[in-house]
């Protein structure tokens, strides 16, 4: 059976030397295998390509068929490791508190262990909405739920 375990060790091997790390690897229903990388510059497309060839060299169809997907963490994922978290420092991110507070912020200083945060409030003035800088909070990372990048468009 194809393991979550199996996988990890396998993307470890195939990244060995390289800038990318692994933010998450998934088995479903035991033959759908994800794997979401991210680098500390950028992943490219002929990155995931070669992580997908040797996981596949490593694996035999004929005794476990299985469907494989690698792909960079994209915009639309959580960022959680503070490796990710890093390219992000004086960006702007949205945050999800465990309380259910969702606030805006341009992250300042990163650690394993908390954030340090300029809060941005939207003021509407004659119809204009106008981005401020409001306060600057520290936030425990065991406090946040989840933390997402700003997508801006235009």
């Known amino acids: 059976m194809i393991t979550e375990e199996l996988i990890y060790k396998l993307v470890e091997e195939a990244i060995e030397g390289t800038d990318l790390f692994v933010v998450d690897v998934l088995v479903k229903n035991g033959d759908v295998i994800m794997i979401f990388l991210d680098a500390d510059t950028a992943v490219v497309i002929d990155q995931c390509v070669e992580v997908s060839r040797f996981i596949e060299s490593h694996l035999d169809r004929d005794q476990e068929d299985f469907d494989l997907r690698v792909s960079s963490s994209g915009l639309d994922h959580p960022l959680t490791m503070t490796r990710q ?14 309380d259910e507070n969702k606030l805006k912020g341009r992250l300042l200083e990163v650690s394993d262990s908390e954030l340090k945060v300029e809060l941005i409030v939207t003021k509407k003035l004659n119809k204009i909405k106008k981005e401020e800088a409001a306060e600057t909070i520290v936030y425990q990372r065991d406090q946040i739920k989840t933390i997402r990048p700003v997508i801006n468009f235009g």
């Open 85 to 98: 978290l890093i390219k992000y420092i004086g960006k702007n991110l949205d945050i999800e508190l465990n």
